[in-house]
């Protein structure tokens, strides 16, 4: 049974900084990437950011230069670096794995609140 688990969220003012983390626990054959998704009310989940197998990085443009995912494949954990944070970053931030199947898991997800 595979669980991801977020923590590091909370209420930061608008220029601040956050640092989310994901603990996966289960064994998974092959990792394929771990990631970093958000969704607000009424609008469909987004990816944020995503690191592969081969540590190669992706952002969504909304993000890019402000946020840094990073992993430790030994330890199963992922982070997002969040900087420079704007209220329009307010959202729940959902952990995500895709491995080998292909499998996709989630977190149960964590509040990010970003005043002005």
């Known amino acids: 049974q595979v669980q991801l688990v977020e923590s590091g969220g909370g209420l930061v003012q608008a220029g601040g900084s956050l640092r989310l983390s994901c603990a996966m626990s289960?064994?998974?054959?092959?990792?394929?990437?771990m990631g970093w998704h958000r969704q607000v009310p009424g609008k469909e989940r987004e990816m944020v950011a995503r690191?592969?197998?081969?540590?190669?990085?992706n952002y969504a443009d909304s993000v890019k230069g402000r946020f840094t995912i990073s992993r430790d494949s030994a330890k199963d954990m992922v982070w997002l670096q969040m900087t420079s944070l704007k209220p329009d970053d307010t959202a729940v931030y959902y952990c995500?794995?895709?491995?080998?199947?292909?499998?996709?898991?989630w977190g149960q997800g964590i509040q990010v609140t970003v005043s002005s």
């Open positions: 995500n794995v895709v491995a080998y199947g292909p499998n996709e898991y």
């Open positions: 690191i592969d197998l081969h540590n190669r990085e």
């Open positions: 289960g064994r998974l054959f092959t990792v394929y990437s």
